[in-house]
């Protein structure tokens, strides 16, 4: 079993490095990940530059490449031949704060998973619902033990074709933990806010701010698990079809002009 571990907050970021010592258990481990943090990128493609890769050395001496890439170019790096070794899967994380709802369109760590799946590979993205406001060192370790059971379950099950996982830890001990709860994505609510400001110039330039999001906890879904204290497992696909859409709009008026 050889698994690529990438993320999007960088090569050096301590989620990365819990969940590639936790995966050596498993399999043999390659690291490829950004050289800078891509966090809320969504889903890239390089075409309009070179992409470069440097060795690089993680926090505990192992080897690691780093790419100016995104996240998915990481991936797509590794499946198109940059690595000798032929990849069996992509795990990427530990993301310091949850993916849940529509968060998944903008997560540079959901995104390296998706990036995954075209390639026809398994693809797990591991979040850690990680409390506001919290200060100091965040212990990746409970979400790395989970990271390793979730991928040894994708070992023994294999994954449906074209589907990620999008796995979010809450942040608690391993024995406080309620267990794994198999979710859809939910609601998140967004509280940004335009902060417009000058610049020495007298320019104005503007910051995306505002609180935190928070979402709905609903039953049955990512963001409700994680709040009630349970891993919560999303399987996430990249055909984004509004199929209650499709027969609603087959019966629309397209109006006169190109087309019969
Ligand atoms: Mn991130």
Redesign the pocket.
């Known amino acids: 079993m050889h698994i690529l571990v990438t ?3 960088g090569v050096l970021a301590p989620g990365l490095l819990a969940l590639a010592r936790e995966l050596r258990m498993v399999g043999q481990v390659t690291v490829l990940a950004p050289d800078h ?1 891509w ?2 990128s969504g889903h890239v493609k390089t075409m309009h530059r070179p992409l470069r890769v440097k060795e690089a050395v993680l926090a505990d001496g192992s080897p690691a490449l780093a790419s100016d890439g995104a996240p998915s170019d990481c991936v797509a790096l590794a499946a198109l031949g940059l690595l000798p070794e032929k990849m069996d899967m992509v795990v990427s994380g530990i ?3 949850a993916n849940v709802g529509h968060d998944v369109t903008y ?3 959901v995104t390296a998973a998706m990036e995954a799946a075209i390639w026809g590979l398994p693809g797990i993205a591991v979040s850690l619902d990680s409390p506001e406001n919290h200060l100091g060192l965040l212990d990746y370790g409970t979400a790395a033990r989970v990271a390793r059971r979730v991928v040894q379950a994708v070992i023994r099950h294999g994954l449906p074709k074209d589907t990620l996982l999008n796995v979010n830890v809450p942040y608690l001990s391993d024995e406080a933990i309620k267990g794994f709860v198999v979710t859809r994505q939910g609601l998140r609510v967004y509280r940004d806010s335009l902060v417009r400001r000058e610049d020495p110039r007298r320019r104005p330039y503007y910051w995306i701010g505002g609180e935190t999001p928070t979402g709905v906890p609903e039953d049955g879904t990512d963001f409700g698990a994680v709040s009630q204290g349970f891993v919560s497992i999303t399987p996430l696909q990249l055909d984004l079809t509004a199929r209650s859409a499709l027969a609603a709009l087959s019966h629309w008026d397209w109006g006169e002009g190109a087309g019969a």
């Open positions: 993320n999007d907050d943090n966090s809320a993301n310091p704060n997560s540079g760590t």
